[in-house]
């Protein structure tokens, strides 16, 4: 019954072109991958500062392994709780000027842990439409009440913001920068609302943290809105290069999702090497202002080109979408790729709604000017296709 049952499942999936699997990368250096033994580009990394193969980094995680070994060995409330992690959550809360900062596993672990610790019975959440799975299941766990407005129409918002005037608290919960379309929360606007309706504000700034705003803050620096945030997300697993991910609020908010944030309470503590990692990661982004503003001119550069070649992804970030609608065509795009030897992934349903499969490209700062020109030039030979 249960085998043929997901039989049948895993055989509608390939009839519709929705049927996933796992690629193994045999070793991986500077935006080049190794695939069943020929070298790709990658073009799908969220690496976007190439940090995960930082020399100081490496060397900082293996020193911590000698130090500390290889795991926490326990949740951070039993025995897994080591200065790395400290060390990690202080320096990160000078580099996001955070009045406290919490360590979660990851960006997922974060969000299904903390939204529905924090909001429950009589309270509203108010989603973009487009917002990350994570934060989707976090609000489905909460007990509060679920609604989704269009996809950053602020219009929309604001009427939800009216109708639920009355519940007990009001949430805007929303990605930073999208991370399967690339554009970037309005958070002037939302923050604007947040005042008029007395709202607060939940904000996932997992693909901006450390690679927008001056000095990586996130698009909260990037629209000098800081301060105005509830609570922000961010992950080390993307631009930071490692793995893990943090949340930034009050010194209640730490306290109380210390004791009330389940995927907090009831999982083992990252790896203390990973977060001496992170901490390294977290000097490098510091120091970075440089190479940020040169990845931005690349980025810049890159969709103007794409522009020149008539593909609208309508990104101004280095998330690059090309939406095929359809999901076959968004796979014969990835193979025509994949026959080039350029690493890029095909999106589809149910990561993004239906009719709007895409090919998502990324860019990094491991990537050479070359290997940007072989992906126009790919594109420019693709437009039969799209
Ligand atoms: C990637 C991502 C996450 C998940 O973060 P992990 O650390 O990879 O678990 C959460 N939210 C958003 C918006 C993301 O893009």
Redesign the pocket.
Known sequence: MFKKRITDKIEKLKSENLFREIKVFEGSRGGRAKLAGREYLVFCS?DYLGLSQHPELKNAMRGAVERFGAGACASRLVSGSTSAHSILEEKLKNFMQAEAVLLFN??????IGIIPAITGKGDILLCDKL?????VDGCLLSKAEFRRYRHLDMEALEKLLVKYRFARERWIIT?????MDGDIAPLPDICGLAKKYDARIYL????AFGVLGANGRGTPELFENEGKIDVL?G????AAGV???FACGSAELYSYLINHARSFIYSTAIPPAIAMGAVTAVDILGSFTKERERFLEIVKDFNSKMAELNIASGSKSYIIPIVTGNAGTALELENSFWSEAVYVQAIRPPTVPEGSSRLRLTLTLSQQEDDRKKVLAILASSTAIL
């Open positions: 969220n990851s960006g997922y672990a974060a969000n917002n990350h799975a994570s934060l990605d930073g920068l999208f991370s996932d700034d997992a693909h997300v992950t080390l697993g993307k793995s893990g991910a």
